[in-house]
């Protein structure tokens, strides 16, 4: 059988090589492993970094972490799963195998059941980043109803997520769109966003469009998708917003959670989060696996993310499928960004 795995070359964000390869069925499974057969897989970017962090570093990473699939065989100590389940879940970051592999082994610790009225686009499209909103908004943020949100790059597919679901908790939601596609996107979700602001619009200010619509008092949580560190940076940047502008408009007592690995706060930066009472936060949410105790949390999260997608509540904004065929050249667009995440649907 076949599977996508990619070879850093250089630069390991941008210039890499992903090659459809054939690879062993697994035959020896686990007590506690369950064997799938893959019915979808989505297409994220690869953290290389964090897999040298890890010292994972192998000749080849397999990619598509994200996959739904019927159950075929399970280990004689697994409790959560039988035969012809249909089930999602996401492989751990040290797996060997690729999502697109026709079978994986995977532990039931990092699957669950999916709903029969969800289809398998849908929940490969929604599992990890329903995750990520959830450790940004309830784990780290604290969100409450009442509160006002700000989510850059509200467009995204995890962007899209995360305003549903502080919709669904009611906080007001401020997002931020990209360019003119993502602002008509982001008017026509429903429930509203409160305010789309465009960065992709030099006449508009991200600082004033955030205190004129909180009345002066700045928001209560920021949900950022990368700053720029320095005012000079590259024209790529120029859709991210810079570290003071989300401080200045940070309200006290606030909370802001980053994915940008790399900040760095000079003391006056920690100066005026210390005046606020305000925190920073992290967002990594290759965590929940890092350590058993979570175990329990993380499958909750993981149940409760398909709940909602069969309820409506989860709404993905989705692309076309991709063939498997296509995997290769779709996977090289959605690591340099020039497309976001793409669905492998096996027929």
């Keep these: 059988m076949k599977g996508l795995y990619c070879k850093p070359r250089g630069d390991h964000q941008g210039d890499v090589k992903f090659v459809l390869q054939e690879t062993n069925v697994p035959t020896n499974i686990g007590s506690h492993q369950v064997k799938v057969q893959v019915k979808s897989c989505a297409l994220s970017p690869v953290d290389f970094k964090l897999y040298e962090d890890l010292k994972l570093e192998n000749e080849h990473v397999p990619v598509g972490r994200e996959i739904t699939g019927v159950v075929l065989q399970v280990g004689p100590k697994v409790t959560f799963f039988q035969p012809d389940d249909e089930v999602v879940g996401i492989l751990p970051v040290d797996a060997e195998q690729s999502g697109l592999c026709s079978v994986v082994l995977i532990d039931e610790y990092n699957l669950v059941q999916k709903p029969e009225k969800v289809s398998w686009f849908e929940a490969a499209a929604v599992i990890k980043d329903g995750l990520r909103a959830y450790t940004a908004l309830h784990t780290l943020a604290r969100m409450a109803a009442g509160q006002t949100v700000l989510v850059l790059d509200g467009a995204g597919p995890f ?109 006056p930066d920690s100066h005026i989060l210390f005046l606020k009472a305000a925190s920073l936060s992290f967002l990594n949410d290759e965590v929940w696996t890092a350590s058993r105790a979570r175990q329990g949390r993380y499958l909750h999260i993981l149940k409760d993310v398909m709940d909602k997608l069969s309820t409506g509540t989860f709404r993905p904004q989705l692309e076309d499928p991709v063939p498997l065929y296509e995997a290769t050249v779709s996977m090289e667009m959605v690591q340099r960004k020039q497309m976001r995440k793409r669905i492998v649907v096996k027929l």
Excluded at 164 to 184: E, F, I, M, N, R
Excluded at 207 to 222: A, P, Q, R, W
Excluded at 234 to 251: F, G, I, N, V
Aim: aromatic share 4%.
């Design 159 to 267: 962007g899209v997520l995360a305003i549903q679901l502080a919709h669904y908790h009611g906080v007001k939601v401020l997002a931020t769109a990209l360019s003119p596609d993502d602002q008509k996107f982001l008017e026509e979700l429903r429930p509203s966003v409160a305010r789309v602001i465009r960065m992709w619009d030099s006449k508009e200010n991200l600082v004033d469009s955030c205190l004129e619509e909180t009345g002066g008092l700045g928001v209560d949580i920021v949900i950022d998708s990368g700053v720029r560190l320095y005012e000079e940076e590259a024209e790529a940047q120029r859709h991210r917003p810079h570290k003071h502008d989300l401080l200045t408009l940070l309200s006290v007592g606030g909370h802001w959670v980053t994915t940008e690995q790399h900040l760095q706060l000079d003391p």
